[in-house]
């Protein structure tokens, strides 16, 4: 039986549980306008319950990865209580067939916000009450919510934004993971033997042979090499074939900018860009993208090492970099340096010579350390014209 302390911890935790969701809910649609903008299609369809809950039970189990007491726990209720509507226990605001991923979603969220204010009304009802998560059967007691040691920040404390930016974020991943297959699908570039026929070849010679042929054909491009015997010579020599897949809808090839909004790193696991959504061996092999089958079951196909992690720091300032870019353009970001640049000559020379340290402290946002920042000055009758990757949405509007 429970005591009132831990009534009360439960109460508490709960009512902070609910002014995260709803913090979140404010957020999501932004999110998924994000992504169908960037994929240029319109509002996904419905994907079902089921989809849904493994969408949930990975962005709220990210919580976990965060800095303060309990944050597993957190991770692991909201995940498995979101989760767990795919069950048997499916409510029936939810048996039906929605106009959209955004109504489903919204109508999961109302759902979650009702079951989770019954709680908060009789904790002591719900004490012995646990959910499970059919995708991983996973179990969630709402009475590991009691202990005092575990209380999930309120919306007043800092680490609550922080929480929610760490969902944000991992939101975009998984909307893009679930709708980027509706519209693209994965095809066959080319396939052809390397040029001489050499086994043992280095993973750098595989990178400089894509960026010599493969890039050239496609943004979007995943490689991949397996044991080949030429026949077309009277002695056949063993080597390497090349097969090359890429992302394309019936228009063509994805588009130069959408690659660089997407991809995280080049084939070979080298972060190119912290910011990107996913990796492409991710992408390539693990999204369910049709036509993913076609890589998996390519002639023995072998693909460098998985690609390079970004470590828990870095990820921490990409977020927070998406956060900034969310609330402010591009060009007001640069203005505010360019200002600084001519109005504070300590500035302009530390600009100069360390502009990652310079635009960290001025921004007051760590940039991750593998970002680098050059900084190009003109001069009369030498002028420089940057195209970006990032922030492209102002660029690109009417």
Known sequence: MATPEQLAQVKENIS??????????????????????????????????????????????CIGLLDFPGAGIFGTFLGTFFGAYSGPDEPPSLKSTFGS??????????????DLSLIHADPA???????????????????????PKVTLPAKSDPKFQKITDAIINKSWYETTRITIGQKFHIAL???????PFLTGETDA???????????????????????????????????????????????????????????????????????????????????????????????????????????????????????????????????RLIRKFYADPAFARALISEPEK????????ELPSLVKVEVLRETPGNYKLVIPTVGLAAYLAP
């Open 358 to 365: 310079a635009i960290a402290a001025e921004l007051g946002v």
């Open 189 to 195: 570039v080319t396939t052809q033997p390397a040029t």
């Open 125 to 147: 009802a719900y004490w012995n009450k646990s959910y499970t998560n059919p995708l991983n059967q996973h179990s969630a007691p709402v009475s590991s919510l009691g202990d």
């Open 205 to 335: 010679q595989f990178a400089q042979f894509g960026a010599d042929s493969i890039g050239k054909k496609t943004y979007s491009y995943f490689a991949s090499r397996h044991a080949f015997t030429t026949n077309c010579c009277k002695d056949p020599l063993d080597g390497i074939q090349y097969s090359q897949f890429g992302l394309r809808t019936s228009n063509g090839w994805a588009a130069p900018d959408l690659c660089a909004w997407l991809f995280r790193d080049n084939q070979f696991g080298t972060v190119t860009n912290p910011l990107g959504i996913a990796n492409r061996f991710e992408v390539f092999t693990q999204w369910k993208i049709p036509g993913t089958d076609l890589i998996l079951n390519w002639p023995g196909s072998v693909w460098s090492a998985a690609p390079a992690v970004l470590s828990p720091q870095d990820q921490e300032h990409a977020q927070a970099w998406n956060h900034l870019l969310e609330g402010t353009s591009r060009q007001e970001l640069e203005k």
């Open 16 to 61: 902070n549980l609910m002014d995260l969701t709803n913090h979140v809910h404010d957020y999501m649609q932004d999110v998924l306008n994000g992504v169908y903008q960037e994929l240029s299609q319109d509002a996904s369809p419905d994907p079902g319950q089921k989809e849904l809950s493994t969408f949930f039970t990975a962005v709220f189990t």
């Open 101 to 114: 991923l955004w109504l489903r979603m919204d109508q999961t969220f109302l759902q979650a916000n009702d």
